[in-house]
Each structure stands twice: as C-alpha cells, then as structure tokens.
C-alpha cells in the first residue's frame, strides 16, 4: 500500500516568492493535515482538511493557505516568502479525524 | 492549550541497556496519545495510540503506557537500529494534534 507522497522533496526560494506544496494520502484517507517543522519549534500544526472543507487552523499568518481536492489531494502554498519559513514541511493523512495520522517524508523549503 | 513536554532531550544507551522516556501532557478532553518515531530526512512513522489512563501497547522491544497526566515509553534491551527521535503528540478537544519537541534516542553498540 503507498504511503504519504509529498513533492516536491526540496525546494529553494527566495525571499518576497511564493510556493506551492503537494501532497497525495494514503489510498482511501479523507483526512489531509500540514505541519511546519523546525529545529527550535518542533512540529507545528498548520490546517486539516477534510472532505475539501478545512476543519482546523494553526497559529500561522494568511500567508499560509490551503486546500484540498475531490481526490483528497492537498495543496499548500505559502505567499511572499520570508526567511524564517524555511523549514520541513509535512503532510500526514488519517482515515478521518482523530485516527492515527500517517506522514510523508516531507518537503525540505529553503529561503534565501 | 494543550501542551506537551518530553524529557529527556537527549538520550544515550549502551546495546542492551533499558530505559524510558517521558512524555507530560496538559490537555482539555484527551481524545488519543501517539507516539510517532522520526529518523533523520525521514517523516514520522507511527508506533502507537493509547486513549484512556491504564492502557497499554507493545511493539517489539517498544511499550507505551498512559496516566491522567504523562505516558512513557518504555524500551527494553535497545539495538542500534532504535537510535530515532521520538515524538509524542496529544488530540484534545481543539482536535489539533500537538507535539512534544522529541526525545533523541542513540544507542552504541
């Protein structure tokens, strides 16, 4: 069974850009989350959806939107880039909410 | 808000020699505990869920357990292979899944 697909794997930007983040579920996982994760802050909780809606929000400025697919495929896309975004960004899919959550290798984004 | 505290940081075993690790939660309505267990350029991978106080899983030589207030992951006679950061993460009423900052465990053989 395939696991979490996130792509790409890296990626390097620089600073005022705007980037575009993919993610596919495993097979038949209607629930999609994000996470941003850093060396000072840990995992950091960024949306979840489900069903194309979004269920959940972090702490995260409007720069950091999402959305979701029929197909349960995601997107992420951060607007005017700045330094402090560079990090490792995570997807994680469940059966629904509440369910284990299952993650990618993630997307490596670097802002120069 | 739900918080998470893991100890210790670091973590250093000797092949064989058994240890835990700690995970204290604050959480409003505890809805699961997960333990996730993170190699280096990798995602998490999922090791275990506990919902209630006084559950119990095993994996191999990894065993969760679960309080009101902490859960441990207790490893018995590690190998190299466990060397890992693990995350512990908790879902509460929020329904957002909040993480721990890790425990990074190496064992020397």
Redesign the interface.
Known sequence: KAGVTQTPRYLIKTRGQQVTLSCSPISGHRSVSWYQQTPGQGLQFLFEYFSETQRNKGNFPGRFSGRQFSNSRSEMNVSTLELGDSALYLCASSLWEGQPQHFGDGTRLSIL | EDQVTQSPEALRLQEGESSSLNCSYTVSGL??L?W?RQDP??????LF?LYSAGEEKEKERLKATLTKKESFLHITAPKPEDSATY?C?V?GG?????????TKLTVNP
């Not at chain 2, 350029?41 to 999922?46: A, S, T």
């Not at chain 2, 929020?94 to 890790?102: I, R, S, T």
């Open positions: 809805r699961g997960f996730y350029g990798k995602g998490p991978e999922f869920t995350l993460a879902l929020a329904e957002k899944l909040v993480f721990g900052k890790g």
